[in-house]
């Protein structure tokens, strides 16, 4: 007799599909684009070439100047000034350039530096396609009960045209974004199913991993601590039982979470603290490069010229046009209308029209509570970050579409409610059947509009792609780079195609996620349970749900 085999949830195999193009996308700019084309990545490519020769680089170490061995990397040093003829970069931690090194030796063993430059692009398209892959994912943990925000989600990412154009780059922000993501969803997903070991090991190395990609990792791991005080929290009666009971249990636990990334790269951190006298050289960066601080941090936090530019940059950023800018305004715009008519709605809800209550899946007052803490947690991490990029922009630095990608969960999840809201203007026609009831056909109506936003967001990212400048000089050089080119660009739209094909096959109303199934709290048994549940009124359950 067969094991029937769990199938991934259809919004899971979307926002996947939905990587993958985002994959395909980066891929192109990273095969078309010449070589160490965009800002830093001479850089980037140099520390994994130091770490190669035994070398951990510093912000003064020069970059291989080798015409034989490393012509891209020489040729690009004519003309430079002596800051930028060193690896400035090396303040950052060395996990993403240990995981090129492979790289490096393969170019090295074919005789091909070329082929590493490209290897470096790639790895990078592979972490922004995780992160398109994990805002999904965070969207789902914000909005449970409304499965077409986690694709609207994902597809925001993709039509954020600086996205997936920085994925084509050497960069460490596409890794570095993806473990932090991760770090939080696992975060999440112990606030809503409970503080397991498996849980806590998995969240541990991941934590590890952000810690080790990029030192805003280190926010990630802090809010992943809070998450587990959080998660044993909502699991006692009230607030005086946890602060009596497993209150300092709760705080080892998280202390211990916090103590990994510490342990296996803390002595970077130090090392850069003994070098420069900060743990991230921001100072001894600015000093090098000659930068006169703009303003004090707080002038930055009330500075709305700081938001537009911060949010522009996801649709400006490189040698993306500036009139794209508009695209950030359009979706900002009609973001904060939707959701303001949403907040509308709920508190005075009409009968017809835009501002009619949605029916949605019964929520216990457990599930209700463990929305609110995982809108606040992310909320405090993405303030945490806004401050820190505050801050270094009043120091003097530029802002750049890497610093708002940590945004992008807090802001798609947003965007997909708004959407969500924004298409009750339509008259759409939804028929599920001739029994269907309130909440079905207000869920069938969510995956039409979810539908036609996803495939509106790959459109402008597509059409944002093409309108950037087209190269025929790729860092692998080849007789046949137009032809290198042009199938680059057909694999990218026969990419979009199949997306686009699959996602209108899958967001059919009775064959996507059924919501209820989510109400029910997954208990792991007292074996793995590092907080066993206690037995009380407000867990909730699928069978009794209370609505709110």
């Given at each position: 007799m067969s094991v029937p085999r769990v199938s991934a949830s259809q919004s899971t195999i979307c926002v996947l599909l939905l990587g993958v193009l985002g994959f395909a996308m980066s891929a192109q700019v990273a095969i078309a684009m010449p070589a160490l084309f965009k800002?830093?990545?001479?850089?980037?490519?140099?520390?994994?070439?130091?770490?190669?020769?035994?070398?951990?680089?510093?912000?003064?170490?020069?970059?291989?100047?080798?015409?034989?061995?490393?012509?891209?990397?020489?040729?690009?040093?004519?003309?430079?000034?002596?800051?930028?003829?060193?690896?400035?970069?090396?303040?950052?931690?060395?996990?993403?350039?240990?995981?090129?090194?492979?790289?490096?030796?393969?170019?090295?063993?074919?005789?091909?530096?070329?082929?590493?430059l490209l290897g470096m692009r790639l790895l990078n398209a592979l972490g922004f396609a995780l992160t398109t892959i994990m805002v999904g994912l965070l969207a789902r943990e914000l909005v449970p009960r409304r499965p077409a925000v986690p694709v609207i989600a994902s597809a925001m990412c993709i039509g954020c045209g600086a996205m997936t154009f920085l994925g084509g780059g050497i960069y460490n922000d596409g890794w570095s974004s993806a473990a932090a993501f991760m770090t939080l969803f696992l975060?999440?997903?112990?606030?809503?199913?409970?503080?397991?070991?498996?849980?806590?090991?998995?969240?541990?190395?991941?934590?590890?991993?952000?810690?080790?990609?990029?030192?805003t990792g280190l926010v990630a791991v802090f809010f992943l601590g809070l998450c587990v005080l959080v998660a044993m929290w909502l699991r006692e009666p009230s607030l005086?039982?946890?602060?009596?009971?497993?209150?300092?249990?709760?705080?080892?636990?998280?202390?211990?979470?916090?103590?990994?990334?510490?342990?296996?790269?803390?002595?970077?951190?130090?090392?850069?603290?003994?070098?420069?006298?900060?743990?991230?050289?921001?100072?001894?960066?600015?000093?090098?490069?000659?930068?006169?601080?703009?303003?004090?941090?707080?002038?930055?936090?009330?500075?709305?010229?700081?938001?537009?530019?911060?949010?522009?940059?996801?649709?400006?950023?490189?040698?993306?046009?500036?009139?794209?800018?508009?695209?950030?305004?359009?979706?900002?715009?009609?973001?904060?209308?939707?959701?303001?008519?949403?907040?509308?709605?709920?508190?005075?809800?009409?009968?017809?029209?835009?501002?009619?209550?949605?029916?949605?899946?019964?929520?216990?007052?457990?599930?209700?509570?463990?929305?609110?803490?995982?809108?606040?947690?992310?909320?405090g991490y993405c303030v945490l970050i806004l401050v820190n990029v505050a801050g270094f922009i009043a120091g003097g630095g530029w802002i750049h579409a890497r610093y708002a990608v940590p945004f992008l969960p807090f802001l798609a999840a947003g965007a997909g409610i708004a959407a969500l809201r924004l298409g009750r203007l339509l008259p759409l026609h939804v028929s599920t059947g001739p029994n269907t009831g309130g909440t079905a056909l207000d869920e069938a109506r969510d995956l039409r509009i979810g539908l036609g936003v996803s495939l509106a967001f790959m459109v402008v990212g597509l059409v944002c792609h093409l309108d950037t400048e087209q190269y025929v000089d790729g860092p692998v050089s080849s007789t046949f780079a137009l032809v290198a080119l042009v199938a680059a660009d057909l694999v990218m739209f026969a990419v979009a195609a199949y997306v686009a094909t699959e996602l209108r096959r899958r967001m059919r109303p009775g064959t996507f996620d059924r919501v209820p199934a989510l109400s029910a709290p997954v208990s792991t048994g007292p074996v793995t349970d590092v907080a066993p549940s206690r037995p009380r009124e407000s867990t909730g359950s699928?069978?009794?749900?209370?609505t709110p």
């Amino acid at each position: 007799m067969s094991v029937p085999r769990v199938s991934a949830s259809q919004s899971t195999i979307c926002v996947l599909l939905l990587g993958v193009l985002g994959f395909a996308m980066s891929a192109q700019v990273a095969i078309a684009m010449p070589a160490l084309f965009k800002a830093d990545e001479r850089a980037h490519a140099a520390y994994a070439v130091a770490l190669s020769q035994g070398t951990l680089p510093t912000i003064d170490t020069d970059i291989p100047d080798d015409p034989a061995r490393y012509p891209q990397l020489a040729e690009s040093l004519f003309g430079a000034d002596e800051a930028h003829r060193d690896i400035w970069v090396a303040n950052h931690p060395p996990l993403f350039y240990v995981m090129s090194l492979p790289l490096v030796w393969l170019g090295d063993a074919v005789g091909s530096p070329g082929l590493t430059l490209l290897g470096m692009r790639l790895l990078n398209a592979l972490g922004f396609a995780l992160t398109t892959i994990m805002v999904g994912l965070l969207a789902r943990e914000l909005v449970p009960r409304r499965p077409a925000v986690p694709v609207i989600a994902s597809a925001m990412c993709i039509g954020c045209g600086a996205m997936t154009f920085l994925g084509g780059g050497i960069y460490n922000d596409g890794w570095s974004s993806a473990a932090a993501f991760m770090t939080l969803f696992l975060g999440f997903r112990m606030i809503r199913q409970g503080v397991t070991r498996e849980r806590l090991v998995a969240a541990a190395a991941v934590g590890v991993a952000a810690a080790g990609l990029r030192s805003t990792g280190l926010v990630a791991v802090f809010f992943l601590g809070l998450c587990v005080l959080v998660a044993m929290w909502l699991r006692e009666p009230s607030l005086r039982t946890f602060l009596k009971g497993s209150c300092w249990r709760a705080v080892g636990i998280a202390a211990c979470i916090g103590m990994a990334p510490v342990v296996v790269f803390g002595w970077f951190y130090v090392r850069n603290i003994q070098l420069y006298g900060d743990p991230t050289a921001s100072g001894s960066l600015f000093e090098k490069f000659g930068r006169e601080p703009n303003g004090t941090t707080l002038f930055q936090l009330v500075n709305p010229e700081f938001y537009g530019h911060l949010l522009g940059s996801l649709w400006t950023d490189g040698n993306i046009a500036n009139h794209w800018s508009q695209a950030a305004a359009i979706v900002l715009t009609l973001t904060l209308v939707g959701l303001v008519l949403d907040a509308a709605a709920k508190a005075n809800p009409r009968r017809t029209g835009v501002l009619q209550r949605i029916r949605l899946a019964p929520q216990s007052t457990m599930q209700h509570r463990q929305d609110l803490a995982i809108w606040a947690l992310l909320g405090g991490y993405c303030v945490l970050i806004l401050v820190n990029v505050a801050g270094f922009i009043a120091g003097g630095g530029w802002i750049h579409a890497r610093y708002a990608v940590p945004f992008l969960p807090f802001l798609a999840a947003g965007a997909g409610i708004a959407a969500l809201r924004l298409g009750r203007l339509l008259p759409l026609h939804v028929s599920t059947g001739p029994n269907t009831g309130g909440t079905a056909l207000d869920e069938a109506r969510d995956l039409r509009i979810g539908l036609g936003v996803s495939l509106a967001f790959m459109v402008v990212g597509l059409v944002c792609h093409l309108d950037t400048e087209q190269y025929v000089d790729g860092p692998v050089s080849s007789t046949f780079a137009l032809v290198a080119l042009v199938a680059a660009d057909l694999v990218m739209f026969a990419v979009a195609a199949y997306v686009a094909t699959e996602l209108r096959r899958r967001m059919r109303p009775g064959t996507f996620d059924r919501v209820p199934a989510l109400s029910a709290p997954v208990s792991t048994g007292p074996v793995t349970d590092v907080a066993p549940s206690r037995p009380r009124e407000s867990t909730g359950s699928s069978t009794t749900p209370k609505t709110p």
